[in-house]
T-cell receptor, first 116, second 113 residues
Framework: DSGVTQTPKHLITATGQRVTLRCSPRSGDLSVYWYQQSLDQGLQFLIQYYNGEERAKGNILERFSAQQFPDLHSELNLSSLELGDSALYFC???????????????FGAGTRLSVL | AQTVTQSQPEMSVQEAETVTLSCTYDTSENNYYLFWYKQPPSRQMILVIRQEAYKQQNATENRFSVNFQKAAKSFSLKISDSQLGDTAMYFCAFRGATNKLIFGTGTLLAVQP
């Protein structure tokens, strides 16, 4: 068990809908990262938050947004869903924001999103 | 931009044998980290081993070791005494100054009894 908790484990929804994925980081970790794993795109970095502030952005669509709350949990919001958004969404957490410190990212079990 | 390449989509090894998974990367940065993550059928991403680029000594973790060749930008994973539980997808990943992980496409390893 990595200590990173993601809910729900599975989500089935229809095109055009909006969903929220939730992540609780490991105790003491201030950084949260979101990744998308799909068959055609592989594993891609979406966005990073550090202590409530957005720190880095990757290939995240404008229909997607995220935030990190004062208790450090994070939510990834996906709206106007399309069939191509079906994927496994991972949250990871680490102690620090970045730099070259020993900053290992520990992953949650993921949320499998199916858009029908 | 950094890239990570895993040229072996699938590999197979007999139980108790040794197998090496290949990974190459491209970067202009001098200081960075390299990782191998394992993704078993459960889909959980599990850190196997990490290497700091400024360390010349290759990292080892029990049956797992790496061969890090900085000049060649090569980072292979050796699994000794393979076990059935090693069956998984293995991802090589790079982390530089931006802190995001950049993953390769993965190698699916099957350990045969």
């Amino acid at each position: 068990d990595s200590g990173v908790t993601q809910t729900p484990k599975h989500l089935i929804t229809a095109t055009g809908q909006r969903v929220t994925l939730r992540c609780s980081p490991r105790s003491g970790d201030l950084s949260v990262y979101w990744y998308q794993q799909s068959l055609d795109q592989g594993l891609q970095f979406l966005i990073q938050y550090y202590n409530g502030e957005e720190r880095a952005k990757g290939n995240i669509l404008e229909r997607f947004s995220a935030q990190q709350f004062p208790d450090l949990h994070s939510e990834l919001n996906l709206s106007s869903l399309e069939l191509g958004d079906s994927a496994l969404y991972f949250c990871a957490s680490s102690e620090e924001a970045g730099g070259l410190a020993k900053n290992i990212q520990y992953f949650g079990a993921g949320t499998r999103l199916s858009v029908l | 931009a950094q890239t990570v390449t895993q040229s072996q989509p699938e590999m197979s090894v007999q139980e108790a044998e040794t197998v090496t998974l290949s990974c190459t990367y491209d970067t202009s940065e001098n200081n960075y980290y390299l990782f191998w993550y394992k993704q078993p059928p459960s889909r959980q991403m599990i850190l196997v081993i990490r290497q700091e680029a400024y360390k010349q000594q290759n990292a080892t973790e029990n049956r797992f070791s790496v061969n890090f060749q900085k000049a060649a930008k090569s980072f292979s994973l050796k699994i000794s005494d393979s076990q059935l539980g090693d069956t998984a997808m293995y991802f090589c990943a790079f982390r530089g100054a931006t802190n995001k992980l950049i993953f390769g496409t993965g190698t699916l390893l099957a350990v045969q009894p």
